[in-house]
C-alpha cells in the first residue's frame, strides 16, 4: 500500500512539476548583473519569486486538505526536489555580479523559508546545493571560497563538486578565469 501511494504521489508530483516549469520563465527573464539601483528596486518589486512562490502555494494548498497528512508531506518533498533541481539547471545559464549573487541568495532563502512553513520535513538539504551556489555567487573576490572549502568547510558538507565550484565561479562576470583556475580545491 505504501508503494502504491507514494507512486500516486510522484504521479501527482510529475504532474504539477509539468505545471511549475512555466512559472520558472520568470527566473529565466531575471537579470542577475544589477547595479544598487536595480538591487534596492528588486528588494521593493520582486522580480520573479514572490509570484511564483504564490503561484505555487495555490496549487498545492488544495493537496493538504485532500492528501494524508504524510502524502502531503511526501508531495513537498518530491516538490521541492524537483523544483531545486529545475531552478539550478536554469541558473547555471546565467551570468552573475556580486549584486546578482545577493539577490540570488535572497530568492533562495524565500524558497526556504515558503517550504519550511510547507512542511515538518528538513528543507535546507532539499536546496542545499543552490544554496552553496548563492553563496559562491555573492563572494568579494575569488579567493574567498577557501575561508569555507575543505578544512575550513567546518560542519558545512559540500555538495558541490571542485569542478562544480569551478563552473560556479566562473558565471560571475567579475571573476577571473585564471584565478578561479588557481584555486587549489581537493
Known sequence: FNRLSQEGVGEVCNQLGNRV???LDGVQN???RL???????NDINDPWCHQFIQ?????????QSSLTPSNF???VSMMMQLLAKQLEQV?????FNQLGGLQLDRE???LVTYFSHMTQRTVRDKFARLTQIASILNLEKVQDLLEFWGDNAGPLAWRLTANEVRRTLALRIDFNQRAIDALKLK
Not at 55 to 63: Q, T
Not at 91 to 95: C, D
Request: hydrophobic share 40%; charged share 35%; aromatic share 10%.
Open 35 to 41: 547595479d544598487d539601483a536595480q538591487y534596492a528596486d
Open 55 to 63: 503561484h505555487l502555494d495555490n496549487m498545492l494548498r488544495p493537496f
Open 21 to 23: 516549469r512555466p512559472l
Open 108 to 110: 533562495v532563502r524565500a
Open 91 to 95: 541558473l547555471v545559464q546565467k551570468r
Open 73 to 75: 508531506e511526501e508531495l
Open 30 to 32: 531575471a537579470t542577475y
